[in-house]
């Protein structure tokens, strides 16, 4: 069972920049991938971005591409999301997820089995 604890979140001005962390542990696999995810009041989950450890591929969703950046440091077990020049449309609950698989979708949730509790990302001025 991996368990996922999310961190770094906050209220930030718009066009600023925040770092999420997610610290994986318990059991885990070579293979595993993980995501984040985000849900803003009122509106769908949607996946913003994916890491494949096996082969360190990234995936972005187009809201955020070029201005998120998602990595993966081994040592400390973590996963981070960059995020810069943040918009008041980023605003929402944002989760880590990982999946045991070779490859990480965007599209759906369905694939990753553990998610974390979340952190609030509120983009203000």
């Known amino acids: 069972q991996v368990h996922l604890v999310e961190s770094g979140g906050g209220l930030v001005q718009p066009g600023g920049s925040l770092r999420l962390s997610c610290k994986v542990s318990?059991?885990?696999?070579?293979?595993?991938?993980y995501g984040w995810f985000r849900q803003a009041p009122g509106k769908k989950r949607e996946g913003i971005s994916c890491i494949t450890i096996n082969n360190d591929a990234t995936y972005y969703a187009p809201s955020v591409k070029g201005r998120f950046a998602i990595s993966m440091d081994s040592f400390e077990n973590t996963v981070y999301l960059q995020m810069n020049d943040l918009k008041s449309e980023d605003t929402a609950v944002y989760y880590c997820?990982?999946?045991?698989?070779?490859?990480?979708?965007?599209?759906?949730?369905?694939?990753?089995?553990?998610w974390g509790q979340g952190t609030q990302v509120t983009v203000s001025s």
């Open positions: 997820a990982s999946a045991p698989a070779l490859t990480c979708r965007l599209d759906t949730g369905a694939d990753y089995d553990s």
């Open positions: 318990g059991f885990t696999l070579d293979y595993y991938a």
